[in-house]
């Protein structure tokens, strides 16, 4: 591998799919169980060992990666908070990831108290209509807007995550107003990826590669207004949409055409990010469902230094298709998910793009 020196992939997140439980039973969920099977779950004392993992790996780095209370529903899980305290107690930051409903006032204090960095709370919309058709319960969104204004009046630092649907893009300028006027510090958007219950409707909800290409533009406009943080997941090909936009009067020389200032690779999938699901297994990414080995036997840095999944994953050398000849395969990377989805290789091209590289004919031309 020719490298320069410091390529030792830090970890910045690690996701925990703490609990399968959930209170909802959403359509575009990437959970492939389901409640039964929660006596899968790690129990409280395996939970310390990934933080005690998770820690080890992090004093090899310059920095503790943070840990992402996922699920299911986190808040389902009754030692949620012991482990909170757990981690924080070793220094390492945590946030939750949540639809929301389950916060009342006392939980949000609990989450204040509990030391939490930030809550993400999933709407799927911006008004209830919306919302809840997605969510699949009447009550969803105004549980949700009550959680939200409860962690806001504990002051507690939330972002709004949204997976962007056919149902649900033309609100996107009013999920913006929304989240602006609830006092969210961040809008995430996700591009769908067809996985778990998300499979089964995702052909009439997805929107096309032209569909996305349009939606990135528009968000990167987006990007330059109001104080929100615009983060794009799950859609790596944001990264070079930003490049070709440049805004006149930005900083030309900057690689990441102002963004500030960070410059990573658009699919962090294996580089940036881990997924623990439930039971201790290592995924690259919540939606790429590609064993990278259990924490239960292996350890953590043991996997993340020496799984032959993720050494390939990172190397974007190995991407094959028009991700493989393309000039901005080292910021997009495409996402290795929906590869895998579309392909069964999660090294192929992204499915969702309409670029065509000018490096000769590689892959197939947009439609």
Same mark, same amino acid.
């Given at each position: 591998?020719?490298?320069?020196?410091?390529?030792?992939?830090?970890?910045?997140?690690?996701?925990?799919?703490?609990?399968?439980?959930? &209170?909802?039973?959403? @359509?575009? !969920?990437?959970?492939?169980?389901? #409640?039964?099977?929660? #006596?899968?779950?790690?129990? =409280?004392?395996?939970?310390?060992?990934?933080? #005690?993992?998770?820690?080890?790996?992090?004093?090899?780095?310059?920095?503790?990666?943070?840990?992402?209370?996922?699920?299911?529903?986190?808040?389902?899980?009754?030692?949620?908070?012991?482990?909170?305290?757990?981690?924080?107690?070793?220094?390492?930051?945590?946030?939750? @990831?949540? &639809?929301?409903?389950?916060? #009342?006032? +006392?939980?949000?204090?609990?989450?204040?108290?509990?030391?939490?960095?930030?809550?993400?709370?999933?709407?799927?919309? @911006?008004?209830?209509?919306?919302?809840?058709?997605?969510?699949?319960?009447?009550?969803?969104?105004?549980?949700? /807007?009550?959680?939200?204004?409860?962690?806001?009046?504990?002051?507690? +630092?939330?972002?709004?995550? /949204? %997976?962007?649907?056919?149902?649900?893009?033309?609100?996107?300028?009013?999920?913006?107003?929304?989240?602006?006027k609830l006092g969210a510090v961040a809008v995430h958007l996700f591009m769908l990826v067809p996985v778990g219950c998300g499979e089964e409707f995702a052909e009439e909800d997805m929107l096309s590669p032209d569909e996305y290409e349009h939606l990135?533009?528009?968000?990167?406009?987006?990007?330059? =207004?109001?104080?929100?943080?615009?983060?794009?997941?799950?859609?790596?090909?944001?990264?070079?949409?930003?490049?070709?936009?440049?805004?006149?009067?930005?900083?030309?020389?900057?690689?990441?055409? *102002?963004?500030?200032?960070?410059?990573?690779?658009?699919?962090?999938?294996?580089?940036?990010?881990?997924?623990?699901?439930?039971?201790?297994? /290592?995924?690259? !990414? *919540?939606?790429?469902?590609?064993?990278?080995?259990?924490?239960?036997?292996?350890?953590l840095e043991q996997i993340w230094t020496s799984s032959a999944e993720l050494a390939q994953m990172r190397d974007t050398q190995?991407?094959?298709?028009?991700?493989?000849?393309?000039?901005?395969?080292?910021?997009?990377?495409?996402?290795?998910?929906?590869?895998?989805? @579309? %392909? *069964?290789?999660?090294?192929?091209?992204?499915?969702?793009?309409?670029?065509?590289?000018?490096?000769?004919?590689?892959?197939?031309?947009?439609?």
């Amino acid at each position: 591998m020719h490298h320069s020196p410091d390529t030792k992939q830090k970890l910045r997140l690690l996701f925990w799919e703490s609990t399968i439980k959930c &209170n909802l039973r959403c @359509a575009h !969920c990437r959970r492939v169980e389901d #409640d039964e099977t929660v #006596d899968a779950d790690m129990s =409280t004392a395996q939970a310390r060992e990934l933080i #005690d993992q998770l820690v080890e790996l992090g004093c090899h780095q310059d920095f503790m990666p943070i840990l992402v209370f996922s699920g299911g529903e986190p808040l389902c899980r009754t030692d949620i908070f012991e482990l909170i305290d757990y981690a924080v107690a070793k220094e390492v930051k945590c946030a939750l @990831a949540t &639809n929301g409903t389950l916060i #009342d006032a +006392p939980l949000a204090e609990q989450i204040k108290m509990a030391g939490v960095e930030r809550v993400s709370v999933s709407l799927d919309g @911006a008004t209830g209509e919306i919302h809840n058709k997605l969510r699949k319960m009447e009550g969803s969104f105004d549980a949700a /807007i009550n959680g939200i204004q409860c962690l806001n009046d504990c002051g507690v +630092p939330f972002q709004i995550n /949204i %997976t962007i649907t056919r149902h649900n893009t033309h609100q996107l300028d009013d999920i913006f107003v929304l989240a602006e006027k609830l006092g969210a510090v961040a809008v995430h958007l996700f591009m769908l990826v067809p996985v778990g219950c998300g499979e089964e409707f995702a052909e009439e909800d997805m929107l096309s590669p032209d569909e996305y290409e349009h939606l990135l533009e528009r968000i990167a406009k987006k990007e330059h =207004t109001g104080h929100l943080e615009v983060k794009v997941t799950c859609g790596p090909h944001y990264e070079r949409v930003i490049r070709e936009q440049k805004p006149a009067g930005q900083d030309q020389s900057h690689p990441a055409g *102002g963004h500030h200032g960070h410059v990573s690779k658009g699919c962090l999938a294996g580089s940036g990010v881990l997924f623990v699901g439930h039971s201790g297994i /290592i995924f690259p !990414c *919540g939606y790429l469902p590609v064993d990278c080995g259990n924490i239960l036997q292996t350890p953590l840095e043991q996997i993340w230094t020496s799984s032959a999944e993720l050494a390939q994953m990172r190397d974007t050398q190995q991407l094959k298709g028009k991700c493989g000849v393309c000039g901005y395969r080292t910021v997009c990377g495409g996402c290795r998910a929906r590869a895998f989805a @579309a %392909t *069964g290789d999660y090294m192929q091209a992204e499915p969702m793009c309409v670029y065509t590289p000018p490096n000769g004919n590689a892959g197939v031309s947009p439609a």
